[in-house]
């Protein structure tokens, strides 16, 4: 028998937690996934299996059925740890509470008020003052009303509808069927961890505190798992903050009844809606419910996690500031697939296509969930913490006296700062809890290695050395219940398939090369965080190793790896999670590490500081290995960003038009992903994937922090957001023949860049390459240049269309 196969036979037939009531029971397997000593020995259950199917065996399919039907055992969900949630009536309930909210009731008497104001002043109250009195008691009444039942409208839009527990019971079968015909390996979570969930679950009961899932969103899957989880424990579903875009018919009510708050993707210039916002979130707060929402806002379409969105997190840190809450619970969750269902679409989205509008058909097309493959999901839940704990300790840093019974006011810089630091460690809690999937593995191995394709031993050599590397930053891979691990690599590339990764057959042996390196990135992202300082520090090294020659032509001092270093974490810091100790020390810690490992010479001083740092000669004997692989987790976000600085030379305003022109920023990242679609199939570009729109995105963002562009926004929803260079960053043209200069502050940033860009065709002929590029870019440039002139000379015509029109109605009214 093959090695691991007693192990898989084991791990197919091994009992689940079993959970009655308020027990949970660990069966014991005799085995954890891994070596005995893999993520210190937590072990792992498939917390959600297969269910059964009527055409593979109808009486096992209809004997689940009637036992949701009839709710034995812990399917009646009717012990759950938290806050009764679950009968009718719940929803005219929170209504209720909501309206008796005194800020709401406030800001309907504010906006009342305003109102008035505006009315008296047209003198549409009266001319005397017993009249303008008698009008605004009878208005005041009137405006109230209407904006109450505004709010019922909101509310009735918004608010969650969890009054059946007949349909809990039947949204789980249903969505559980779903799910694991899509994800046929189940659903497999942490045994210690959510053993250690239920505790905090049963201590937030007692005190009536929330606890606030902030998962990391990958996929629409996301919020479906979860709340099979919950289900599945006994532990009460959260209230789940969803997106409008969503809420289309038939799943918009599914989804409003299973546990979904609606929320407009915008905001806007409404006041009243986001009081009532607010004030839905003190509810949830003020009465226990466990509340979830998506600490990234929006889902990843790279792989990675985003920077932290900050909407939920200050309505959240405003109802413990102001009092009106006491406390509630943390508990960063972490979501991985070994195949995201949506990744096809996330391409063509990244790729510049309009993102579809959600309806029905788009929904069931995109998923196929009755005949996928994806393989498995795992969930980790990081230790909850308490927010009002983390939020004292923000206040005493900043001077301020913590309190829990009266309102804490700040500035907005403070505010800003907490947030801040909040949605940063959420982000790294999520980190720390991810494993690696063995789709991620493969995916960054098969990115990460030179050449066409590579061989089966190479390819699960390889796979290896990662997941000790993995499992060396901390990091943990995820249980593969013993098997080997060319049976995992085997299990990665089936769940991938062949449009991702192809197979040469008919060779010495089986060789593998990525079919879709854009789509297959997807996966490499999901590991980067691990290893970005090593990536970062091998880049910057690359400035001299480029340059080839001898050993001692390719050692950089100290200072100038610093430099380069500093450059690129600057560059980035909007890209990447860094550990939080600082520059410095993240630099010597990498520099140890590397030199552990064997990867880097450092040469130092006599009082122990560094002074120059080389490739080892044992990376040297084995062709770079490892260095490369640093290097190439990086490249395609150097590449990206140099592609965005590049960009923005075109933006230099041409002689024979204004100097004054702001352009649309979007049109401007569109521009700039097409120069990138020309400059990689030209050759000047090394990775297709730097031309993804979420890459170029985060590099204007990043342009806009360093003061490179101005950028103009406006709070209406219809007015672009529009930029320009800012005048010390702006390029010179050749006064006689109108050209881009290769010079000045924007070229030297983005010369900076490419210094530790790849080596690639044409890359050495800078001056070829300078002006072909800068000519590419600057024709862009002047397209966009072009089309704003016609875009602001249409805008001044339509406005003085409606003066004219304004013009003559007043004229016939005064007529």
């Known amino acids: 028998m093959a090695p691991g196969k007693d192990a898989l036979e084991a791990g197919q037939t091994a009992p689940d937690l079993e959970i009655v009531g308020n027990q949970v029971t660990i069966h014991p397997t005799g ?82 008020e305003a109102r008035l104001k505006v009315e008296e002043t047209e003198g549409l109250l009266g001319a005397t003052p017993e ?91 996301d919020y479906v798992s979860l709340q099979i989880i919950c289900y599945r ?35 806007g210039n409404d006041p009243l809606y986001h009081t009532v916002v607010q004030t839905y979130i003190d509810v949830i707060l003020q009465q226990g419910y466990n509340f979830e929402c998506f600490i990234e806002g929006g889902r990843s379409r790279t792989g990675k996690l985003l920077s932290p969105k900050f909407g939920i997190l200050n309505f959240i840190v405003d109802s413990l500031l102001s009092g009106r809450v006491e406390d509630a619970v943390i508990c960063p969750v972490s979501t991985q697939y070994d195949k995201v269902i949506e ?20 929904f069931l097309s995109s998923s196929s969930v009755l005949s996928l493959k994806l393989g498995r999901v795992d969930v980790r839940f990081h230790k909850p913490w308490s927010l009002r704990e983390f939020l004292n300790q923000q206040l005493t840093r900043l001077g301020q006296s913590p309190s829990s019974n009266s309102k804490i006011t700040l500035n907005q810089s403070d505010r800003g700062r907490i947030l801040r630091t909040l949605g940063y460690r959420v982000l790294s809690d999520i980190n720390a809890v991810s494993v690696m999937m063995p789709t991620a593995l493969v995916g960054t191995v098969l990115l990460t290695l030179r050449g066409r394709g590579v061989g089966k031993a190479e390819l699960v050599r390889r796979v290896e050395w990662l997941c000790e590397r993995v499992r060396a930053k901390g990091g943990r891979v995820a249980h593969f219940y013993r098997a080997p691990t060319a049976q ?82 600057q560059l980035f810091r909007g890209e990447f999670i860094f550990p939080p100790e600082g520059l410095t020390a993240n630099l010597d810690k990498t520099l140890r590490g590397l030199e552990k490992d064997n990867v880097i010479k450092v040469t130092r001083d006599p009082a122990g500081h ?83 729109k979420e890459t170029l995105k985060n590099a204007y963002h990043q342009f806009a922090e360093e003061g490179i562009i101005l950028v103009a926004t406006s709070k209406e929803q219809r007015t672009p957001t529009t930029m320009r260079l800012a005048p010390e960053w702006t390029p010179e043209r050749d006064p006689t023949t109108g050209k881009l200069l290769n010079r000045g502050r924007l070229w030297d940033f983005t010369e900076r860049i490419a210094m530790s860009r790849r080596e690639g065709k044409n890359r050495r002929d800078g001056a070829t390459v300078s002006s072909r590029v800068l000519a590419m870019t600057d024709a862009v440039g002047r397209e966009l240049f072009r089309n704003a002139a ?20 007043e004229t016939r009214a005064n007529l």
């Open 131 to 221: 009249a303008i009195e008698k009008a605004k008691t009878r208005r005041r009444s009137e405006i109230e009303g209407n904006l109450r039942e505004v709010v019922d409208t909101m509310m009735d839009n918004m608010i969650c509808k969890m009054d059946s527990n007949t349909f809990i019971r039947s949204a789980y079968y249903l969505c559980t069927q779903l799910l694991t015909r899509a994800y046929h390996q189940g659903i497999h979570v942490s045994s210690e961890e959510v053993l250690r969930l239920r505790s905090v679950a049963e201590e937030a009961t007692k005190k009536k505190h929330s606890i606030v899932f902030l998962p990391c969103h990958k996929s629409h899957v």
């Open 790 to 809: 016609a875009s602001s000379d249409a805008a001044d015509l339509n406005v003085s269309s409606r003066k004219q029109r304004r013009t003559s109605i």
């Open 31 to 112: 085995f954890t996934g891994g070596s005995d000593t893999q993520d210190d020995g937590i072990t792992e259950r498939n917390l959600v299996r297969h269910m059964a199917r009527f055409r593979e065996n109808p009486f096992e399919f209809l004997r689940e059925v009637s036992l949701f039907v009839s709710g034995t055992g812990w399917r009646a969900y009717d012990q759950i740890i938290g806050q009764p949630i679950f009968y009718p009536g719940f929803s005219d309930r929170i209504k209720g509470l909501i309206l008796e909210s005194p800020i709401l009731r406030n800001k309907i008497s504010e906006l009342a």
């Open 610 to 692: 560094p002074t120059h740092i080389e490739l080892s000669d044992a990376e040297r004997e084995c062709g770079r290995e490892n260095f490369d692989f640093y290097c190439f987790l990086i490249w395609p976000f150097i590449e990206a960003s140099w592609l965005g600085a590049v960009s923005l030379m075109g933006l230099t305003p041409p002689f024979d038009g204004p100097s004054d022109v702001w352009i649309d920023m979007k049109k401007a990242q569109d521009s700039a992903q097409l120069l990138g679609k020309t400059l990689y199939h030209q050759g000047d570009l090394s990775y297709f994937e730097a031309v993804n």
């Open 343 to 362: 990744t096809e679409s996330y391409i063509s989205e990244l790729l510049g296509q309009p993102k579809p509008k959600e309806n029905l058909a788009n």
């Open 488 to 569: 995992v690599v085997d299990r990665a590339l089936e769940v991938l398939g062949p449009k991702l990764v192809g197979e040469v057959t008919g060779l010495v042996e089986p060789t593998y090369y990525a079919v879709d390196r854009f789509q297959l990135s997807f996966y490499r992202n999901m590991t980067i965080h691990l290893f970005i300082t090593e990536a970062l520090v091998s880049a910057a090294m690359y400035t001299r190793v480029k340059q080839g020659g001898g050993p001692a032509h390719q050692r950089i001092t100290y200072d100038a790896l610093l430099a380069q270093v500093s450059f690129l974490s």
């Open 233 to 267: 424990l006994g532990i009460g579903l959260p209230i789940v903050v969803a997106g409008d875009n969503l809420n289309f018919p038939l799943v918009g009510s599914f989804l409003q009844h299973a546990g979904a708050m609606w929320i407009r993707r915008s905001f």
